[in-house]
């Protein structure tokens, strides 16, 4: 079965850290671009960042830019999300997305949900 | 940033309506946009890609239509299963940007 699994998610003070994991199965991994996407209670989906297949190339969005940083080892079929100097702006649940070229994301993680809370 | 701007926010219809969901996107984005289905506490799921492209498994009652910068979604007749909230997404450039969401309800 093709999926998605995120974990790392939890409450974390204002200016604290956080890294995300994505274990991904039943596809192979190192073919694919990644993707985070998140979305806060209540609120909308926004994309957050994204990743080439070998992990060369990287792209965020401007609101965490500096912050956070994508990653993956292929060895291990992991996407990672490394969060620093939170706010509480980025309480969400953060999913993570396969991206098909002409698909889109097609497969998507049951989400991590991330607090950032004093 | 691309914008897409999407209609109506709320709508609330019965089951055997047809309903449309509008999203607009504020340049050129070459087809490249998706229509996904989210249901409280779950993830998206992929409907249409390519603007029109009916993902596997998606039923027939979904469609998906482009006229320039103007991108539909149809349901051709309601379903229980279908009261959830849908998004568009351009994938044409990023930072991709998606639509705010629009939420169907039961009338």
């Known amino acids: 079965e093709v999926q998605l699994v995120e974990s790392g998610g939890g409450l974390v003070q204002p200016g604290g850290s956080l890294r995300l994991s994505c274990v991904a199965s039943g596809f192979t991994f190192s073919s694919y671009w990644m993707h985070w996407v998140r979305q806060a209670p209540g609120k909308g989906l926004v994309w957050v960042s994204r990743i080439n297949s070998d992990g060369s190339s990287t792209s965020n969005a401007d609101s965490v830019k500096g912050r956070f940083t994508i990653s993956r080892d292929n060895a291990k079929n992991t996407l990672y999300l490394q969060m620093n100097s939170l706010r509480a702006e980025d309480t969400a649940v953060y999913y993570c997305a396969r991206y098909q070229p002409f698909y889109g994301s097609d497969i998507w993680g049951q989400g991590t949900m991330v607090t950032v809370s004093s | 940033d691309m914008q897409m701007t999407q209609s109506p926010s709320t709508l609330s219809a019965s089951v055997g309506d047809r309903v449309t969901i509008t999203c607009r996107a504020s340049q050129s984005i070459s087809s490249w946009l998706a229509w996904y289905q989210q249901k409280p506490g779950k993830a998206p799921k992929l409907l249409i890609y390519?603007?029109?492209s009916l993902e596997s498994g998606v039923p027939s009652r979904f469609s998906g239509s482009e006229s320039g910068t103007e991108f539909t979604l149809t349901i051709s007749g309601l379903q229980p299963d279908d009261f959830a909230t849908y998004y568009c997404q351009q994938y044409n450039s990023y930072p991709w940007t998606f639509g705010q969401g629009t939420k169907v309800e039961i009338k």
């Open positions: 390519k603007a029109s």
